[in-house]
Every structure is written in structure tokens, then in C-alpha cells.
């Protein structure tokens, strides 16, 4: 059983975050699922599965968008 | 008696010419010769340093000529050494100027360029200040803005793209 651990934003909710853990099961099959709310993401969430890391956070975002300034 | 006294005046007349021959030729003969001798002896003594002087002043002025070739010849040179010495000096120092004026335009040059880094790096500097405060205040109007609606779509879109990897 793979573990997934999900980073959320404190603005996503119990719902949102249920919605998610749907969504994973249905492409991974049965799964243990870690939460942990990081209010530093300021909207989205960063998901690990099996060493992939998704991220959709709003700060990652901001963070691109700032490098990609400088550059 | 008259003819007596005329011929005693005659024989003394006739004496005293004879004295005075006598005494003429004893003279000659002691003191004209001699004197003559010494006079002639005395105007070609006269004569000769009249010629050796003349000679003297002769080299004396062939010296001063040649005294005065050697002074001209020597300032001649004097005046040559002085005017390469000046022409070296005008040249050295004009290679001393054109030197410092390349330095000076070189120093110049490099401080322009060092101003002109500088600026650049000032506002590179000024630039990221101000990027990272338009994102400090963005994260900060996000994170009162983004709402569970919002932190829902990402969920959605990112769920679709998922199962269609």
C-alpha cells in the first residue's frame, strides 16, 4: 500500500482535502494518506506519492514567478 | 816787410790746411771707420729685430687665428650639445605628457566603467528589492484571498490532468 502525504494550505478544507484523497485512491488503488496543513502554501497543496512530487501551491507559484522575473 | 807777412799768413793758412787734412784723415781713420763699423753693425742688429719682430707678430697672429678657429670649433660643439640636449629634453618631456594623458584618459575610462557597473548593480539591486515587496505584499492579499472555492478548482484541475497521465 503506497503512502501519500499531503501539504495543504489552511484555507482548504476537510472537504477539498477528502476530494483529493478520492482522486488518488482512484488512480493508486488503497493508500495511506498523511496530512499536514502548512499555512505557508498559501492556497493549493504539494502531494508526494512514491517519491513524484506534485505541487500546486500558491507559493511554489509565486516563488517560480519571481526567479523567472530575475532572470 | 809786407811780402813777408803775406807769406807767413799763406804758410799759416797752408799749415792749417794741412793740420786740418791731417786732422780730417787721422779721424777717418780712428773714429770715422769705426763709428761707421759701429753704426752699420747697430742698423742691421736694428734691422734684424725690426725682422724678428715682425716675425713674432706673425706668429703671434697665425696663433691667435688658430686659437680663435679652436674657440669657434669648441662653441660650435658647446652649441650642438646644448641644442640636442634641449631638442631631448622638449622630446622627453612631451613623451611624459602623452603618457599621462593616457593614463589620465585610461583612468577615466575605467572609472566610467566602474560608475556605469555600479548604477547597473544599483539598480539590479533596487529592481529585486522591489520585486521581492510586490511578491511579499502578493502572498500576503493571497492569503487573505484565496478561499476553499478557489483551493477546490486547483484540486479539480489538478485531478484531471493526474488521471490523464
Known amino acids: ?71 | 816787410m809786407e811780402g813777408l807777412v803775406l807769406s807767413d799768413l799763406a804758410r799759416d793758412l797752408i799749415l792749417n790746411i794741412l793740420n786740418i787734412i791731417i786732422l780730417f784723415l787721422i779721424v777717418r781713420k780712428l773714429a770715422y771707420q769705426p763709428v761707421k763699423k759701429f753704426l752699420a753693425a747697430r742698423q742691421a742688429r736694428v734691422a734684424k729685430e725690426l725682422e724678428d719682430a715682425a716675425a713674432a707678430k706673425a706668429e703671434a697672429e697665425q696663433a691667435k687665428e688658430q686659437l680663435d678657429s679652436l674657440t669657434q670649433a669648441q662653441q660650435e660643439k658647446a652649441d650642438a650639445v646644448i641644442r640636442e640636449a634641449e631638442r631631448e629634453a622638449r622630446e622627453n618631456a612631451r613623451e611624459i605628457m602623452e603618457n599621462a594623458q593616457k593614463d589620465a584618459a585610461e583612468i577615466r575610462r575605467k572609472a566610467a566603467e566602474e560608475a556605469e557597473k555600479e548604477k547597473r548593480k544599483t539598480i539590479a539591486g533596487m529592481q529585486d528589492d522591489i520585486t521581492a515587496l510586490a511578491f511579499d505584499i502578493s502572498e500576503k492579499v493571497l492569503g487573505r484571498e484565496i478561499n476553499d472555492e478557489d483551493n477546490r478548482r486547483i484540486a479539480q484541475a489538478f485531478l484531471a490532468d493526474y488521471h490523464a497521465e
Open chain 1, 1 to 71: 500500500m503506497q503512502t501519500v502525504i499531503i501539504k495543504t494550505a489552511e484555507s482548504l478544507s476537510e472537504e477539498t482535502y477528502r476530494l483529493l484523497c478520492e482522486g488518488f485512491r482512484k488512480k493508486l488503488g488503497e493508500a495511506d494518506f498523511q496530512h499536514i496543513v502548512d499555512p505557508t502554501l498559501i492556497g493549493g497543496f504539494i502531494a508526494e506519492v512514491g517519491g513524484v512530487v506534485y505541487d500546486t501551491s500558491i507559493s511554489s507559484q509565486l516563488a517560480e514567478m519571481q526567479k523567472r522575473i530575475k532572470e
